[in-house]
C-alpha cells in the first residue's frame, strides 16, 4: 500500500467525505455505455460480419468476371432486373436486417442475463442509479445500433464502388457504371432519413417494449415478449372477430402508417418521394409510439430496482 | 446516530416472514459478524440496508432511507454479495476502469497494488480465474474503495482455507480502521471470530443474540469436567452439553467462572459452540446430543 493511501485513511470522515473526486451523471452515462459496448460486442461484430460478407461477395463476383450488376426483384409476379443502384439497395438491407436481428437479442437479454449471472448484485453495488442504467442500455438499439448501420452502410457502399470501378476499368469500361442512379450521397441521405425515422423513432417502442420484458420475465424473455401480443390478437381474433392487435402490430412493424416507407410493392423500400418529414411528424402513431416507450423504459427503470436475481 | 438503526424491520414474503420486527443499532468502527442458520434472514436484512429490496418498518443507514435514497447510499457504501457475481465476461483491466469510472472514492492505484500482490492478469477476464481469484479481485476493488460501511455476504462461500484466510486477513490489515465498519455474514465462523468486535445471530427472522465480542467473552464460559463432577456441574445450569473424548463439556451462560474452575478446565467456547448450543436447541436439530441437561 502506498503512504498516500495510508495518509488518506488516517483523515477524519470529514475530510475523507471532501476528498472524493466528483463524478458526472454524464461520466457515469458514458462508462455505462462503455460497458455494453465491452460485454455485447456482436453490436458492431455481426453489422460488420455482414458488411464484410457483402464485400466479399463482391470480390467473387468480379474474380468470376460478373460485372453486370444486377439484382431480381419480384414485383406482383413480374420479374425484373433492375441495375446497379438495386445492388447497393441489397447491401443496405442485409446490413440493417443483421443489425435488427441483433438489436432485438440484445434488447432482450440486457436487462434478463444480468439477474441470471447475479452480476446486477456487483453493478448494483457501484453508486449508478437504475436510470442511469436503463438508459445506458436503451442508447445501444436507439443510437449505436442506427449509427453501426449508417457507418457500414456508407463504408460498404464506398468499398463495392471502388471494387466495381476498378475492375469496370480492367476490363477497359467506363468507371462510371458503378455509380448508381440516384447517386450515392443521395442514397445516403434517405438511408439516414429511414434510419432515423424507422429504426429511431418509430421502433422506439418496439426497443423499450423488450428492454422491459427483459427487466421482467425470470426466464425466456423471448417468449414473453412475443406471446403474450399475440395471444391478446388470437383471443380478439376469436371473441371479436376483429383483428386490431394484428393490424396494429403489423403496422408497427412495416411502419406503414408513418408515412416514413413505401410498403405499397411488399416490402419496405425507400423512395425519395417518400422522405416527406412533415406527413412522418403529423403522424399520430409516432407521437403515441414514443409515449409507450417512454412508459415502457419507466417500467424498465422499476423492475430493475425491484427485480431480485434469477 | 448508529451507522445503522432499524426499529421493526420486518419483511415477508407472501405468507412466509423472513424478518419478524427486529431492532438494531450498530456504531461506526464495527465488525458484526451476522450468524445464523440457511433462511433466517441474513441476506434480508443485508438487502434491506443495501436498498435492494424494500421493507417495512423503521430503517435509516448513515441516516438515509436505503430504498428510496439507495443512490446517494451507495456513494458510501460498499458490498460484495457472494462469491463470484462478477461478470463472468469482464477483463481485470475493465473492471478497474469501469469503477474508477463511475466511483468518485475509488482509489485506482490502491486496488492495481492489491492485484499486484496476486497472480491475476490484467487482460484475463473473470471468466479465466478461478473462484478464489474472482474472489480476490472483487475483494481489491472493493477494498479500494473508501466507503464507510462494507457489506460482506457469504464473501468467501466455496473457497479452500487459504484464500479464506487470506481474504480475512487481507480485510483485516489492509482495510479495516476505526472509521469504517463491516457487516458479515458467514457459516465458517470459526475464521472470524478474532476479526469481530460484535456478533449477533439471526434465527427464525429474530435476533436471538447479540453481544460484543467483550460481552460475549465474559459472558459465555466452557467447562471440561470428568464424569465424578458432572452432576455438580450440571447443577450450574449449563445451557448445552456434549462429549468429547469421554469427559463432558458443558457450556454455560453468565456462571461463575471461579466455581467451575473447581470442577474442570474451564475456557471460552467459540461462537460455533455457542451457535450451536442457542440455536440447535431452537431449532431442536441438536436435540438428542442436549439432553440430560437441565433448563
Known amino acids: ?165 476498378a475492375a469496370l476499368l480492367a476490363h477497359g ?41 427483459s427487466a421482467w420475465a425470470k426466464r425466456a424473455p423471448f417468449l414473453w415478449a412475443v406471446l403474450p401480443p399475440v395471444a391478446a390478437g388470437i383471443v380478439e381474433k376469436i371473441a371479436f372477430g376483429s383483428s386490431h392487435i394484428f393490424l396494429l402490430l403489423r403496422d408497427r412493424l412495416s411502419g406503414e402508417s408513418s408515412g416514413a416507407v413505401t410498403t405499397a410493392t411488399g416490402g419496405m423500400k425507400l423512395d425519395s418521394t417518400q422522405i416527406a418529414p412533415l406527413h412522418f411528424l403529423a403522424s399520430p402513431g409516432l407521437w403515441l409510439g414514443l409515449v409507450a416507450a417512454v412508459i415502457f423504459l419507466a417500467a424498465a427503470v422499476r423492475l430493475r430496482r425491484e427485480q431480485a436475481p434469477v | 446516530m448508529a451507522l445503522i438503526e432499524a426499529h421493526g424491520l420486518r419483511k415477508r414474503y407472501g405468507a412466509t416472514v423472513a424478518l419478524g420486527g427486529i431492532d438494531l443499532s450498530i456504531e ?30 423503521e430503517l435509516r443507514v448513515l441516516g438515509l ?3 428510496t435514497e439507495r443512490d446517494a447510499l451507495m456513494r458510501e457504501v460498499c458490498f460484495i454479495a457472494d462469491v463470484a457475481i462478477l461478470p ?16 468518485p472514492r475509488f482509489d485506482r492505484a490502491k486496488a492495481e497494488g492489491f492485484l499486484a500482490k496476486t497472480s491475476i492478469k490484467r487482460t484475463s477476464r473473470v471468466k479465466e480465474l478461478s473462484k478464489g481469484m474472482v474472489a480476490q479481485l472483487h475483494l481489491a476493488l472493493v477494498m479500494a474503495i473508501d466507503a464507510r460501511l462494507l457489506v460482506l455476504d457469504e464473501p468467501t462461500l466455496g473457497l479452500d482455507l487459504l484464500y479464506r484466510k487470506q481474504f480475512y486477513d487481507s480485510l483485516l490489515n489492509d482495510y479495516f480502521d476505526h472509521t469504517r465498519t463491516i457487516v458479515v455474514t458467514t457459516h465458517q465462523v ?56 469421554g469427559r463432558s463439556v458443558l ?42 441437561v437441565n433448563r
Not at chain 1, 60 to 70: D, F, T
Not at chain 1, 174 to 197: D, F
Not at chain 2, 88 to 103: C, E, M
Not at chain 2, 229 to 245: C, N, W
Open chain 1, 1 to 165: 500500500m502506498s503512504t498516500q493511501s495510508n495518509a488518506a485513511n488516517e483523515l477524519p470522515l470529514e475530510a475523507r467525505a471532501t476528498a472524493q473526486t466528483f463524478i458526472s451523471p454524464g461520466r457515469r452515462f458514458y462508462w455505462s455505455v462503455r460497458r455494453e459496448l465491452w460485454e455485447n460486442r456482436s453490436i458492431y461484430l455481426a453489422p460488420a460480419a455482414a458488411a464484410g460478407f457483402v464485400i466479399l461477395g463482391v470480390l467473387i463476383s468480379v474474380a468470376r468476371g460478373a460485372l453486370h450488376l444486377s439484382i431480381t426483384v419480384t414485383t406482383n409476379g413480374m420479374t425484373e432486373q433492375r441495375g446497379v443502384a438495386a445492388f447497393y439497395d441489397a447491401t443496405m438491407a442485409a446490413i440493417m436486417l443483421v443489425a435488427l436481428i441483433v438489436s432485438a437479442f440484445y434488447c432482450l437479454s440486457a436487462l434478463h442475463g444480468e439477474r441470471r449471472d447475479r452480476s446486477v448484485l456487483f453493478w448494483k453495488s457501484l453508486p449508478v442509479s437504475d436510470l442511469t442504467t436503463v438508459l445506458a442500455k436503451a442508447v445501444i438499439p436507439l443510437i449505436v445500433f442506427p449509427a453501426v448501420m449508417m457507418v457500414l452502410i456508407v463504408a460498404t457502399h464506398v468499398a463495392s464502388l471502388v471494387i466495381f470501378a
Open chain 1, 173 to 213: 469500361k467506363s468507371a462510371s457504371m458503378a455509380w448508381p442512379s440516384p447517386g450515392l450521397p443521395q442514397m445516403w441521405g434517405m438511408t439516414l432519413y429511414h434510419i432515423v425515422a424507422i429504426h429511431v423513432l418509430w421502433y422506439a417502442p418496439l426497443y423499450c417494449y423488450m428492454l422491459m420484458v
Open chain 2, 28 to 57: 461506526e468502527g464495527r465488525i458484526l459478524g451476522l450468524i445464523g442458520p440457511n433462511g433466517a434472514g441474513k441476506t434480508t436484512a443485508l438487502n434491506a440496508i443495501l436498498g435492494l429490496a424494500p421493507f417495512e418498518g
Open chain 2, 65 to 67: 432511507d436505503p430504498w
Open chain 2, 88 to 103: 463472468r465476461w469482464i477483463k481485470v483491466s475493465q473492471a478497474l476502469d469501469y469503477v474508477a469510472g463511475v466511483h
Open chain 2, 190 to 245: 470459526e475464521e472470524l471470530q478474532n476479526i469481530l468486535t460484535d456478533v449477533m445471530f439471526l434465527n427464525g427472522g429474530r435476533i436471538v443474540l447479540s453481544h460484543s465480542m467483550e460481552e460475549f467473552e465474559a459472558r459465555y464460559v466452557e467447562a471440561l469436567v470428568g464424569p465424578e463432577q458432572l452432576a455438580a456441574a450440571r447443577a450450574l445450569k449449563p445451557i448445552y452439553e456434549r462429549e468429547v473424548f
Open chain 2, 251 to 292: 457450556l454455560f451462560d453468565g456462571a461463575d467462572r471461579k466455581q467451575l474452575a473447581a470442577l474442570g478446565e474451564v475456557r471460552t467456547p467459540s461462537i460455533a459452540d455457542v451457535f450451536v448450543a442457542v440455536i440447535g436447541g431452537e431449532n431442536g436439530i441438536y436435540g438428542a446430543s442436549a439432553k440430560g
